[in-house]
Structure formats: C-alpha cells, structure tokens
C-alpha cells in the first residue's frame, strides 16, 4: 500500500474523530521541505516508499518533534509579534491587515522582520536529553511545527538535533490536519512517533505509531492516555498559578499603598467612607499596575533572558506561557477600569494617565537615560493623586514633590544595582547606563531621597496641627534617613539583585525600620 493509499484509508477512519476535536479543515498542500546545515535538501515528500507500520526497533522509526509549547515553553508567534510590537510600534498597526492574508502568511511577514533569540529560548532541557539519546541511537529526528519556517530552521542550527525540518511556508500552515498529513505522506501510518503538547496535536498523535507528552494539562494527559499509545510523558517547567502570581508582582501591589497618603496628611486614616474609596483606588492600580508587568516583561523576553538574574522571571524562563500572559492583561485592564467607575471622575482620569505614562515607558522611554526614572517617579506621584482624586482630599505640593524625588531616588537605585551586577559579570552597562556611570548614578539618587526627606521635614516636622506630639515625627525622620543610607550601602554590595522595594519587603533591618516609623506616626496623632 503507497502512503497516499494509507492516507487515505486514515482519513476515513478518523473522520469523525477530527469532526469532534475541531481541527482545521484538510488541506492537500504540503509545506516545502528543507534539510538543517549539513542535512539532505529536499522540497517535497520523500521518493521513497513510506513504511505502512513501524518497524518493532524504535531506532528505525522517525521521531517527530513539535516547537512550540513543546521543545520551547513559549509560543514564538505571539513573541515574535511582541517583538515586532516593541521595536516599530506604529509598524504594529499593520499586523491585523496582515493577518487578513492568512495565518501562514501572517507568521512569514513577522519573520521576515524580527525574529526571537533561538540562543535564549526556553528549551525543555528533558526533553532535549531524551532526543539526543535517541539520536545517538541511530534514530532520525524531525522538527514539524506550525511556526515559520525561518524561526524552525534557527532553532534547528541552534541545536543541532535534527534531520529535517517541517514548517508553515507562508502558504501552508503547518498546523493539525495540515502536520498529520504531511508526516503520513512523509512516514505512513504509524510510521512516526510525535512529541506534541496541547489539542491541536491529537490528530497527530492518533495517526501516530506512539504519541510523546509534552507539558500538556491534565485533559489532554488522561485523553492521550485512554487514545493513544503514550511512550514518555514531560514536564514543561510551568507551574501555572504561583508563576502568574510571581508575573503579576503582588508583593509590588505595598507601592500602590501611597494612595493612602491623603487620608493620613489629612488624618482621616480611620474614616470609614474616605478609607473605603483609597482601597478602591488601591485596588484599580493593582490591577492596573500588574497589567503593566506583564505587559513590560513580555516586551522584555530577550533583555530578561541574557541578564544574569531576570532570566528567572516566570515569562522569561518559561514558567508562564505568553499566551496566558496575554489572555490576564485585558482582564486585569477591564477590573482596573470597572473598580475605577464607581469612583469620582477625576480618579478614572488618574488611572488613565498613569496606564498612558506606563505604555510609553513600556514601548519607548525605558531606553532613554534618566527620562525612564523620571517617568517612574511620576508614576508613583499619580498614585498619591489618585488618592486625592478617589477620597476628594487634598494633597499639599510639597508632599507630592517629596514623594517625587523620593522614587526618583528609588529609581536611581535600581539602576544602580544593574550596574553592580554588570560589573560583577564583566559587562558594560545595561538600558544606556553604563558601569562608569556607577558613581554619578549614586550620587544623584542619594541626593534625592535626602532632598525628599527635608522636604518633608519642613511639611510636618515642626508644630503641625495634625501631630500633637510632633517631636516624635524627627526620630521617624531620622530612622528613614538611616534606611536610605543601608539600602545604598546594600545595592553598593551587591545585595539588591530585583526592585529595591522587593529587597525592602525581604530585608530584616528594612522591616524594623518600617514598623518603627509606623508606630511613631500613630503615636505623634
């Protein structure tokens, strides 16, 4: 029997099954073929007659591996958009008309204009030693994946594992009914095993000698095991909702608290109608700044990947696929703006402002030096605003203009602790900051927390209405003086590898100091 026959002799016979998994409509085209470096070159299906069924060796059957959410904890479609997104953002309007032309055309445009760091990817290392072992067997290692051809055949070099490789062309995309036909056509029935990892690939499998999973929940896990001949099941590394906590950075939500800052220069802290519409400001920023994070960090795949401490973050290491990044941020968007809506207009404004301030510094101005800092120091004077705006409190100017140059200096931290960490690994600079700049770095972002701190010395530091017993307010005065002074000391030494409030929230000396100046606060009321 030739392997058009087989074909078609399996396609009668899971029909239905195909009806019911919803795949895509069949297709007889078949994507062009070519060979890694050093392989055999060839554009169409092999001469040769495909086996009908597998040989009872494994070493002479073909494994078959898929790409993404298989070999790579990613998908490198939606990185490659994102990529695309960050480096012509304008350019970006053009990828829904693109998109109009068909997907596989879609991922061949993107292509051809930036593709992701086949050296950086998050590989399944498993499931990479299980293919190398089977290749030292003598067994031939096919890459098929709906991905475009150029992404695969930089993965193929990068790794060096594969015989040949199979990929969307710009016409064909290679995806389901599309990838189980090409591989019968190729091998036969039965005449492959094929790793995969989510719905898609079950019509695969099912034409398959013996299925491989691949990081698939536990649906399609019990159903492979119930339809299929399952050889290996992997792990992919991700582990869903503590990486998506980690992404969301809920232990950054402590910065959103400045919303309070109105109630307690007021010294409505314990009135229960102003307490309640700051906590819903608290919350819409949460949501809104978590967006933000995600947005940044996706935006940030490459960067995060060659530094020598982000590359643990959950997008980055691959612990959180993007696409569920990208099904969180409208979600978290939408909460932002429906917790915004029943509080005054002037906070939904606010909100606005700071979503505006934050994409830009997203898509543009994190790059430029000292415009970034700037920036993030507005960021936190709109939480302060929006405190104002939700409890129709005022603020006084100088507060603000501390809180200013306060996180201005925070920000200067943090840009000098990426600097002490490239300098310890022997790099230059990162973000157009560079490891010479260390000393002025430090000496501005010093500047400003000690400047913060006397601004707000001459606000509430002398006979003040709303502190009888305001002596006590120099001793929290000086406490803070004290901890700007160890946090420096502390990113001088290398301590402070992440955001300098994460530090803060760790670091036993800055949580006594916290609680101290909160008692004090309290006790000068």
Request: hydrophobic letters at 50%.
């Amino acid at each position: 029997m030739s392997s058009e026959a087989a074909l078609r002799v399996f396609q009668g016979a899971a029909g239905n099954r195909e009806a019911a998994t919803g795949a895509e409509a069949h297709g007889n085209a078949l994507v062009q073929t070519r060979e890694t470096a050093g392989a055999e070159h060839t554009n169409a299906p092999s001469s040769a007659p495909a086996p009908e069924y597998a040989s009872d060796s494994d070493a002479a059957v073909p494994l078959v591996v898929d790409l993404d959410g298989t070999l790579v904890s990613s998908d490198l479609l939606i990185e490659s958009a994102m990529l695309f997104a960050k480096e012509r953002p304008l350019g970006a309007l053009k990828l829904p008309f693109w998109l109009t032309e068909g997907r596989a055309r879609f991922k061949q445009r993107i292509a051809r204009e930036v593709r992701p760091d086949a050296r950086t990817l998050p590989y399944n290392r498993a499931l990479i030693a299980y293919v190398e072992e089977q290749r030292r067997r003598g067994r031939r290692i096919i890459l098929a994946t709906a991905a475009d051809e150029a992404i695969a055949h930089d993965v193929a070099r990068e790794l060096g594992l594969f015989d040949a490789v199979y990929a969307s062309d710009g016409q064909t995309n290679l995806k389901g009914v599309r990838k189980r036909d090409r591989l019968v056509a190729e091998f036969g029935v039965a005449g492959f095993d094929y790793a995969g990892n989510g719905n898609v690939d079950r019509v695969v499998w099912a034409a398959a000698r013996k299925a491989i999973i691949v990081g698939a929940n536990a649906d399609v896990r019990e159903d492979a095991a119930r339809g299929y001949d399952v050889a290996r099941v992997f792990e992919d590394g991700a582990s869903g909702l503590n990486a998506l906590v980690e992404a969301l950075r809920v232990k950054h939500w402590f910065k959103n608290a400045l919303v309070f800052v109105p109630l307690l220069t007021a010294h409505r802290l314990f009135d229960v109608a102003s307490l309640s519409h700051a906590f819903a400001a608290f919350v819409a920023f949460c949501f809104c700044a978590s967006s933000v994070y995600l947005l940044n960090d996706l935006l940030d795949l490459p960067h995060d990947r060659v530094h020598p401490h982000k590359k643990q973050r959950a997008l980055a290491s691959g612990r959180l696929r993007v696409g569920h990044a990208l099904i969180v941020m409208p979600l978290l968007w939408a909460g932002a703006i429906g917790v915004s809506l029943t509080q005054p207009p002037a906070m939904l404004g606010v909100l606005a402002l700071y979503c505006f301030l934050m994409l830009a510094y997203c898509f543009r101005l994190r790059d430029n030096v000292v415009v970034d800092v700037v920036t993030l120091a507005a960021g936190y004077a709109l939480r302060v605003m929006a405190g104002s705006a939700a409890t129709e409190l005022p603020v006084a100017p100088l507060v603000v203009s501390a809180c200013v140059l306060f996180f201005f200096g925070l920000a200067l931290l943090k840009r000098y602790a990426e600097l002490v960490t490239m300098r310890s690994i022997g790099g230059s600079g990162a973000r157009g900051y560079f490891v010479g700049h260390s000393a002025v770095v430090a000496g501005f972002g010093t500047a400003s927390g000690y400047l913060a701190i006397a601004m707000l010395m001459l606000e509430t530091g002398f006979e003040h209405p709303l502190f009888s017993r305001y002596s006590l307010i120099w001793i929290g005065y000086a406490l803070v003086i004290y901890w700007t002074t160890h946090i420096w000391l502390m990113a001088r030494r290398g301590r402070i590898t992440d955001d300098p409030v994460s530090f803060t929230l760790t670091d036993p000396v800055s949580r006594i100091v916290g609680v101290a100046v909160a008692l004090l606060l309290l006790l000068s009321a």
